[in-house]
């Protein structure tokens, strides 16, 4: 026995410098090879783009959606209809990916295929999911999902957005704001109150070619930049009754969806964190200040290990909840728990990384600041972190606090 555990005593170093906990150890081979395949393609694709879109403000949001299609990341986690059926960690490791070039890229995967594709998959008829999933999984058509408004984010149950009946027809008049993807989508999920006689919050399956739809793009963004961002005006926009997803009433049905996109935004962000870190760490041993390396100064080491310690602690958090989402199935408040741990550290590595390039932190040839500034949208979007406390808050103590 102790001759076995002696020649275990010194195991081989991990590739990375970044994983100084070994987590390829406990991957698997499959695991491992998605996540070099998104890896490559973000470097071919994305990589030598990202900052030119970023700084323009536009994203070719439709041939990424094609490439990313081809690749079978869209909708990756959903079974059948075209999609390709991956477990829950192989889409966790996806976004990391895909969120290292940029949040703005993750979110044209995530809103597609876990809030757009998944409403349907999970709520829509058997025609809903014939007509829209397999050209949603190749990318051919673009999906939003609209359940904020103006003057209703973090409370949907009090939204303004109508369906009346007419006859057979559903007729919807209202707003939705800050929707990824929903000036160049070709379907939108949008979330109405149909009347407590109707289910009340009801979701629908709309054309964005239906009359009276139309989604202006939102410019003057600071954050998100590489990433169509819209409002949705509903004016009197008619649709057949066949429209409306029959399968979930009330809140449960947008908020279930906001679940799979909160799960892959609690690997994502990581992927931002992660890509601020290595260009810290890659700098600091490069860049001379009073004749020795940054790196060799302990205060630069000791951010370094706290932001490596964080970044670990949040990739096994991601990979424990991966697991028992792919066995168990999760709970809101386990999402709720990845979401703000992982977002509100990642959004610190970030800061502190660019702390360490000093003046050069603030350029847009490090990626660095691009990171920090959709990191403050990645801790509101799908819930802010003062929710997501209040949700941890409820499960600790079993009394509600958001009223």
């Known amino acids: 026995m102790m001759a076995s555990m002696s020649a275990h005593a010194t195991p081989p170093r991990p590739s990375s410098p970044l994983d100084i906990v070994h987590l ?61 059926g991956m477990s829950a960690v192989d889409y966790g490791l996806a976004c990391v990916e895909l969120e290292a070039s940029d949040s703005g890229i993750r979110s044209l995967v995530s809103v597609q295929g876990s809030l757009a594709m998944f409403a349907i998959w999970r709520f829509g008829t058997e025609e809903h999911k014939q007509e829209w999933l397999p050209r949603m999984a190749a990318g051919e058509a673009i999906g939003c999902f609209g359940l904020t408004e103006p003057d209703h984010g973090s409370d949907p149950s009090s939204m303004r957005t109508r369906a009346r009946r007419d006859g057979t027809d559903w007729v919807l008049t209202g707003r939705k704001m800050w929707i990824t993807n929903g000036s160049i989508a070709d379907v939108a999920v949008v979330w109405a109150n149909a009347g407590e006689e109707n289910g009340g919050i009801r979701g629908f399956v709309v054309p964005t070619s239906t009359p009276g739809f139309s989604a202006p793009k939102i410019s003057h963004k600071l954050s998100l930049r590489a990433s169509v961002t819209s409002e949705l005006v509903l004016d009197e926009v008619r649709l057949p009754a066949e429209a409306i997803l029959p399968e979930v009433t009330g809140l449960k049905g947008p908020l279930s969806c906001l679940s799979e996109a909160r799960y892959g935004i609690l690997w994502g962000a990581l992927g931002a964190a992660r890509s601020s870190l290595e260009t810290a760490r890659r700098y600091t ?47 809101p408040e386990q999402v709720s728990v990845g979401k703000y741990n992982n977002v509100t550290k990642s959004i610190e590595i970030c800061r502190t990384s660019r702390t360490l390039l000093g003046a050069n932190g603030i350029s847009g040839e490090f990626p660095i600041m691009r990171h920090a500034n959709n990191l403050e949208s990645v801790l509101t979007y799908e819930g802010t972190a003062e929710m997501h406390a209040l949700v941890i808050g409820q499960a600790l103590t079993g009394v509600q606090a958001f009223r």
């Not at 491992?32 to 900052?51: F, G, H, L, Q, S």
């Not at 700084?55 to 041939?63: F, K, M, Q, T, V």
């Not at 060799?296 to 991601?318: C, D, I, P, R």
């Open 24 to 84: 390829d150890a406990v991957l698997t081979d499959e695991e491992k090879a998605i996540r070099d395949t998104v890896r490559r393609v973000c470097d071919d694709v994305v990589e030598p783009n990202i900052v030119q879109w970023y700084e323009s403000g536009d994203l070719p949001a439709r041939e990424l959606a094609r490439e990313f299609g081809a690749l079978g990341l869209l909708g990756m986690h959903l079974e059948g209809y075209g999609c390709a």
């Open 285 to 331: 041993t490069e860049r001379t200040q009073f004749g020795k390396p940054l790196a060799a100064f302990q205060l630069t080491q000791a951010k370094l290990a706290h932001m490596s310690t964080e970044l670990q602690l949040g990739l096994l958090l991601a990979l424990h909840l991966g697991r028992l989402k792919d066995s168990l199935g999760l709970r």
